[in-house]
Structure formats: C-alpha cells, structure tokens
C-alpha cells in the first residue's frame, strides 16, 4: 500500500533562514507523483510544488524547492530565505497514478518561522 | 481562489442530527474529491467522484453518503452524527484521471468546518 511518512511534527526556524521539511514515501508503482501543499492557520489548502516520478530535475518554484532522491524514496521540501508568513502546516502528499488521481497525505509539519 | 466553492464555512449541529455539505467543482473538472481533517490531523480521503459515477471510496463511515450530480456539483451527506465527526471537511476537484492533464494537482476549497455538540 502506498504511505506517505513525514517525521517532524514540528520545526523552528529563523526569518530569512532556510528549512527543510522532510518527506518519505513508499510505493511499488513506477509512475507517480508527489506534492507539497500549505495549510496556514486561516485552513485553506495551497498547493506548493509537484515532482513527477520520471522528472530528471529537482522541482522548483520561487523560494521552494523539492529535494526529490528517488532511490531514497524521499521527497524533502526546501523552503529559502524564510518569511514570518510561511508560518503554517505543511503537508506532503502523493497522487496514485492509476484510475483515481487521488492524493495520500502525510500527517504534516508544523513550521513556525520567529523573528 | 481555488475555484472551488463550499458552503456552508461554518456548521455547529447537535449529535444525531444529519448536515449535508456541498462542493461545486473548478469550471470543467470532472473529478471531486471529499477529505476530511480532524484537530491537528492529515487529510484523510473519504470518496472520489469522477463525471457522477464513484471512482474511489476510502475511509467513509456508512452514515457518511456522497453523490455527484449531472451539473458536477457534490454533496457530503453526514448523518446520525457523533462528537468525532466534527472536522475540517474538505472538496477538492482536478481534471481528467489518469493525470493527463498537468500535474494532477487537485484544487482545494476553503473547507465546511463542522462542529458537533
């Protein structure tokens, strides 16, 4: 069964400093597809950054980046240069590639980003 | 915005009473998809609507019912209601399965916390 593992319920960082959020994954599908979503205290869900199974590149999207090591099975976050607003939970998720699109979550990181 | 709608934001109901939750989808997404999060817990996938017919079914009590209609929008039927129901409950609506379209992300709407007395 597919299971997405994220083992920090909680991180401290400095403004302006760098983070990472880790994520492990495990899966015996070829194709798959894993995502990063923030969730800031108001709740909504908002989505980050993707990383295809067969990407060759790390993913990246402004101050975010995904340190995607295959072999590993783990798909840590890089968030650079933290802001007070990236205070939030941040939950990492992977799609099943077959029939459904749905996406599994992890349990989420709480980030709090101090001054 | 997501362009995905839920109402109601906010519903405080008593045990045993039944609440229906709505979801209309992004413009064209074929695809809903209900969550629930409860205090300080992940989502936890309860069903998959694909086109009105059900797709995939995950954790989802049998007092919990679903069901998408000809114009896509989705219901959550929530019924005989217990304290551990309450929960952020969550739609989210992508396009095509299979991830034929982009990355697959699914779009999130803002979420119908429900509070049970």
């Known amino acids: 069964a597919q299971k997405i593992t994220q083992t920090q319920p909680g991180m401290f960082v400095q403004e302006k400093e760098a983070v990472t959020l880790d994520c492990t994954y495990d899966?015996?599908?070829?194709?798959?597809?894993l995502f990063w979503y923030k969730q800031p205290s108001s709740g909504e869900m908002i989505f980050l950054i993707y990383?295809?199974?067969?990407?060759?590149q790390n993913a990246t999207e402004g101050r975010y980046s995904l340190n995607f090591q295959k072999a590993r099975k783990s798909a840590n976050l890089v968030i650079s240069a933290s802001q007070l607003g990236d205070s939030a939970m941040y939950f990492c998720a992977m799609r099943e590639p077959y029939n459904t699109d749905k996406l599994i979550f992890g349990t989420g990181t709480r980030l709090q980003v101090f001054p | 915005d997501s362009g995905v709608t839920q109402t109601p934001k906010h519903l405080i109901t008593a045990t045993g009473q039944r609440v229906t939750l709505r979801c209309s989808p992004r413009s064209g997404d074929l695809s809903v998809y209900w969550y629930q999060q409860s205090l300080d817990q992940g989502l936890q996938f309860l069903i998959q609507y694909y086109n009105g017919e059900e797709r995939a079914k995950g954790n989802i009590l049998e007092r919990f019912s679903a069901q998408q209609f000809p114009d896509l929008h989705s219901e959550l039927n929530l019924s005989s209601l217990e304290l551990g129901d309450s929960a952020l409950y969550f739609c989210a609506s992508s396009g095509d399965v299979g991830g034929t379209e982009g990355t697959g992300e699914l779009f999130f709407g803002e979420g119908s916390r429900l509070t049970v007395l």
């Open positions: 899966t015996s599908d070829p194709s798959y597809g």
């Open positions: 990383q295809g199974s067969y990407d060759q």
